[in-house]
Every structure is written in C-alpha cells, then in structure tokens.
C-alpha cells in the first residue's frame, strides 16, 4: 500500500513525500518534486514488492542495449518527426551503458552519462567530433535523460519481466534556466543626443558601417541575407558563399517569413505547397500547418513582405515537390542552420540563435498593440505563461508606455501637473476662507 503526502517547505518548494508499504517487508520512502513521478514510481515499488513476495525474480538478464533495440523497433516510430533525434539519443545511450544488465543498473551509472553528456564534445551525424564546439548544455542533457526514460517507462508497463521500476527517476537532473528572451531590435534606433529615433533608411554607407552592436539588428540581419545572394551569383564566389549556392535567395524569404508570422524553424522550413492559400484575398493569404510542435493543427495569415516573397516563389516554381524550401533531392526540407550562422556573423549580431526570431515576432506583436490572448492564438501556444515569455517590449516602446503615463498623471510639459492643480485649488480654498473669517 502507497502512502503520498504534499509536504512544502519553508522557502515555497512543493514536494511530495512517498511511503510504500507490504506486510512482511519494511517500507520504502521517496521523495519526488512531481506528484506524477510519486505515483509512477510508488506502482513500481508496489509491483517489485509483489514480485519479491512470490519468489519471482525483479527483472530478467536483459540489458539496456536490447531495451534501446525493442523500443526503437516498436515504439520509435509513433513519436513521428521526433524519431529520428529519440534513434541518436539513445544510439549514444547504448554505446555508454548498453552493456549493463536492467536489474544492476543504479541512478549512478544514468548520473556518470549525465556527467559525460555535460562535458564531452559535440558530435556531428556521422559522429565525428564537431571542431571548436561547446559542451551541451543542460537542457539538451535532460532531453537525453528523457529519452532513455522514456524506454524505461514503457520496459515497467508494456514488458512483462523486463523492469520493475524506473531507475531514471532517482538520478539527479542537470538544472538550468529556461529563461532565454532574446529579441531583435527593429528599424528605428535612439542614438544619445539626438531627440527623436532614427530609421535605418535615414542613415548613410559610413553610419551603417560604425553602429552600436545593438542597434539596428532585425536590417542588418536582412542585410546578410541578401549579400549571400549577391555573393553567391559573382562569377567566382568566395569559398565561405560556395555551399550556398542553392536557392541562395531563400534565407531572406524564411526569415521574413518568421519574423512575420512567428512560425518555429523547423515548421517554417517544413512548409508545403499544399498546405498555401495564396490568394485568399488580394492582400491576404493563408497557410494550414496540419501538426506543430504541440500537437495540434495551426493556420497563419499571410500578410505583406511574407506574402509577397511566397507568391513570387511560387510563381518562378522550378521544382515538383511539395516542400516549398526543399533540398536538391527533394526528400526532406533545406536545412538553414549554415545559412543562417553565416548571415549572422555577416551582420555583426550578438547573441543570436534561431528561435530567437520567434520571440522577436512575440514581441513586434506586443509593441504593435497585440493582447495576450491574440498573441497566444497567433505563437499557437498552449498556456499565457509560455506566451509572456516571448513578450518583450523594446525600451523605446517601454519608454513612450511610460511617457504617456506621465502625461497623464502629471501633465504633459510646460503645463501645470494635475497634483500641482489639486493643491492650488486647496490653497485657493483656504485663502478665501480666511478672508471670510
């Protein structure tokens, strides 16, 4: 029998407390941060005890290789795009612990591989190691630890005598901060000691070229994308431009593209000629993206520059298939992370990864006026919390938000504040009072 309480502590934290109980055996304790981990780890304590009391062994003699092997061969597949990252996760999992048998595998063998993930170079898909790479970080960490929990789970529910219970849930995660907002700053930029913005068109070849590092980041990433192109048509392109010479005009258009709709890289780069209503209007189009990251169907409207840049693709259509960014065999969508990390060092930008174009289409949103509710519907996400992470207001926009308060409150400059007001009626008040008495 379980026994689970909800303990907080003095500092907020919620966790919850777990006793499982079994008439000639003493009992067990756990602690979780999770209620579901509680319960799932409480059936598995249930039924390793029931096992131990009818004299059958805890697990067979198989090994984490051939539970990798059975749930690749059975189950991968139901995880549909995400196969393929689940099949190299854990191919890295059965090089380092394949060998171990489940019934001796401790959460220290799992936290020596979390160990070894953290710090061990990166490597590239033929497993060579990729030069000057960083170690991963710990989010990518706790999706390999994920992963092989996952096999784990589904060894203790679907496997009869395969596991009894998960050892994943007693290692310890890497912890990290899910916290990352990065937005780009637009075409108008406050430089100090001038009294209004100026606008990236405003200003001349030599401005452009001697600008702040912050400013002016979504033009001069366009910028880049355009200089792949011009320098991939010259007659002997430089050495870093030749690999791109495929439909080097594309990077322009999926970044326009995300920046207008805040569409995730992988579903901007998945977009299919089947799934385009360009001409649902004259202005207007649409486009129908049957599953996201979430799960569910989601449709876009197509509006300005990212409309524009579509239909006139699709009007120079060279090609049968039905990716709109496809590679040359056709197979699979264009990949744009070279692409995209050569446009940016191009540009001078900071800081930039590719999602960070999903946040800066949150934040545009937000600055144009958007409410949470729209700009939720528009990201299609699931709850506000995540939808307030990709507001950002930029500080011109916070600054004038805040200049309108003031305004407001106590009036605009050069005129009487309405407190300034208030207090000259009161001494108006009492003066004529005095000069009644």
Request: hydrophobic share 35%; proline share 5%; net charge positive.
């Amino acid at each position: 029998m379980a026994n689970i309480r909800k303990w907080t502590a003095k500092d907020g934290r919620v966790t919850y407390k777990v006793q499982v109980r079994k008439a000639g055996s003493r009992p067990i304790y756990g602690t979780f941060d999770r209620l579901s981990d509680a319960k799932e780890w409480a059936t598995q304590e249930e039924a390793r005890l029931q096992r131990r009391k009818h004299g059958l062994p805890s697990s067979g003699s198989y090994t984490v290789s051939q539970a990798i092997e059975r749930y690749i061969n059975e189950e991968v597949h139901l995880k549909g795009k995400e196969a393929d990252g689940f099949r190299r996760m854990l191919g890295w999992w059965d090089k380092e612990i394949g060998g171990i048998q489940l019934r001796n595998l401790t959460p220290g063998d799992l936290e020596r591989g979390r160990d070894r993930l953290l710090t061990e170079p990166r490597l590239d898909t033929l497993g060579r190691t990729v030069f000057n790479s960083e170690p991963r970080m710990p989010s990518t960490v706790r999706k390999y630890m994920a992963a092989l929990s996952i096999v784990f789970s589904t060894a203790v529910r679907k496997w009869d005598g395969w596991l009894d219970y998960n050892p994943m849930l007693r290692a310890e995660k890497p912890k990290f901060r899910n916290e990352r907002n990065r937005c780009l700053s637009g075409y108008h930029y406050h430089f100090p000691g001038d009294k209004t913005p100026r606008h990236w068109n405003s200003l001349s070849e030599t401005e452009k070229n001697n600008l702040p590092v912050e400013a002016f980041e979504l033009p001069r990433l366009l910028e880049a994308c355009k200089k792949q192109i011009v320098e991939v048509k010259k007659q002997n392109p430089p050495l870093r431009y030749r690999k791109f010479g495929y439909h080097p005009e594309w990077l322009y258009n999926i970044v326009v593209i995300r920046i207008s709709t805040g569409l995730r890289p992988g579903e901007a780069a998945g977009l299919k000629w089947s799934e385009m209503d360009l001409f649902v209007g004259e202005d207007v189009g649409r486009a129908t993206i049957g599953k996201t990251k979430n799960g569910e169907p989601i449709t876009i409207p197509l509006i300005g520059e990212a409309l524009k840049v579509l239909r006139e693709m699709h009007e120079g259509r060279r090609h049968n298939h039905d990716w709109i960014f496809p590679r040359r065999d056709g197979e699979a969508p264009l990949d744009f992370r070279a692409r995209f990390r050569r446009a940016v060092k191009d540009s001078g930008i900071q800081d930039l990864r590719p999602h960070d174009l999903r946040h800066t289409a949150g934040s545009y949103m937000a600055m144009a006026g958007g409410t949470l509710p729209e700009i939720m519907a528009a990201l299609n996400h699931k709850t506000p919390q995540m939808t307030k992470r990709y507001m950002h207001l930029s500080p011109e926009h916070t600054a004038g938000l805040i200049g309108r308060m003031n305004a407001a409150v106590f009036g605009e400059t050069g005129k009487t504040s309405r407190f300034e007001a208030a207090n000259d009626n009161e001494e108006q008040a009492i003066s004529l009072a005095d000069d009644v008495a």
